[in-house]
Each structure stands twice: as C-alpha cells, then as structure tokens.
C-alpha cells in the first residue's frame, strides 16, 4: 500500500487535472418527499455530469421550471428547457402515483387513507 503523503499527493493532482475529452458521466437524481398532513409532497431532481450539478427542479419553487445551476447551462435555447420540463412533470406525475401505490400497501393505520 503506498504512504499516505503519496495518496494525498495523487489525490491533490487527481482534483487539479481538469479534462475536456473522453468519457463523463450523467445522472439525475430524483426525490419525492411526503410528510403526513403537510399537503402536496416535494419534488426534487438534480441533473449532474461527473460530480458537477448543472440544473435543479424543485416542486415547490414558485416558478415551477428547471433551472441551470452553472454558468454554461445558461445558453441552452428555449426548447432545451421547455422539453426538460416536460420530462420532469411526468416524473413528478409518476413519483406520486408510486407514493399513493406505497400508501395503499403499507398504510397501518387501517383506515385505507
């Protein structure tokens, strides 16, 4: 195994190499979020490509859009954000079906709410 100092080292270097070509990664990640009585439940997803976020949907913003969260996103037309919503509010519609699906199954309180 080698030192730590050279592990650190390597790490220092790993986090300084900025790349531009090659393989990266994408990944949404998607969150609904209920609490008994509290109404609607929340909706969250966040778009990131390798460990960098680069937009955010939250359902209980008021403007109830994608945002981009850098710089570089801030250039996509219209229609990019236009079909992202799109996609998003199914999943939103999609995520509560699921939440009252798992209500019916394990509700324990017997009233069948």
């Known amino acids: ?12 270097a790993l986090v300084l190499t900025e790349t531009r070509a090659g393989s990266h990664s994408i990944t949404y990640l998607h969150t609904l979020v209920s609490r008994p ?3 609607e439940p929340r ?14 949907f939250d359902s209980h913003d008021p403007s109830q859009k ?12 219209s229609d990019y954000w236009r079909s992202l919503e799109r996609i998003v509010k199914g999943h939103v519609h999609i995520a509560k079906v699921r939440l009252n699906n798992l209500r019916r199954y394990y509700n324990q309180s017997g009233t069948g709410a």
Do not use: H, K, N
């Open 66 to 77: 994608m945002a981009p969260t850098v710089r570089w996103m801030e250039q996509e037309s």
């Open 43 to 56: 909706f969250i997803c966040v778009g990131y490509v390798d460990d960098t976020q680069f937009l955010r």
């Open 37 to 39: 009585g509290l109404g």
């Open 1 to 12: 195994m080698p030192p730590p100092t050279f592990l650190l080292l390597l790490s220092g």
